[in-house]
């Protein structure tokens, strides 16, 4: 039988704590009881093998029998910009499946969709993490603007549906953080793919078919971790 995992923001020593949601889900959801196994990750990239010893109305507490490495994350930061769709739960349980640092949506020209549920989409990343063995939980961010998008010294993989020359595999490795951006429903408008090529970003083809935002978002996803030598 799978251990099932929990993440806790508590440093782990002899012993890891579970307090709130993740605390309900093991005792209410999946009924742990005293003696017990389970795994306990807090970001660190170690996977806590551990046994439940005490279960109180607040907590749990769980003795650690033994520390694995986790080698399911990546080696550096991958963050999607993705546009504000209707098919945002997907997409977000696929990017974290696929091992990305943060999700970062936001609004634009083609926009469809006006806001997420922030809560949902948290609860998503939570139980994605769980099911691909991650050790750590992917940040999501409130939307920002187009124009926002990228920061200092980060590598931006922009794929725009009406490109149709310029491969992944063609673009040089990059060093730092990495960031993959995927426009919405609507696609991107002529003049924020211009915009993206003055702050040159790589503007790139997913191939001769336009393709729904959820089978890019996998695709583009998977082609910049194989180049990157992350998959």
Known sequence: MDLKRFFTDNPIDEYAYLYGREFTHAVKVV???????LIVCNGDDKDYYCTVEEITK??????VDE??????EMGRNVTLYIGLNKDIDTVVQKAVELGVSK???FTSQHSNVEKINRQRLETIIAESSKQCGRSRIAEISDPIFFSEIGKDGETIYAFYEFERNNKV???PIPK??????IGPEGGFSVREYQTMLEKKF?????GKRILRVSTAVVSALTLVGERIGEL
């Not at 009924?31 to 196994?37: D, E, H, P, S």
């Not at 520390?67 to 399911?72: L, V």
């Not at 730092?176 to 951006?181: C, I, K, T, Y």
């Open 67 to 72: 520390i694995k490495p986790n080698d399911a």
């Open 176 to 181: 730092g953080d990495v960031g993959v951006l």
């Open 103 to 105: 999700i970062v949506p």
């Open 169 to 171: 595999s063609e673009t």
């Open 31 to 37: 009924r742990l009881k005293t003696g017990y196994k």
């Open 58 to 63: 607040e907590y749990l507490k769980a003795k």
């Open 202 to 206: 790589f503007v790139l083809t997913l």
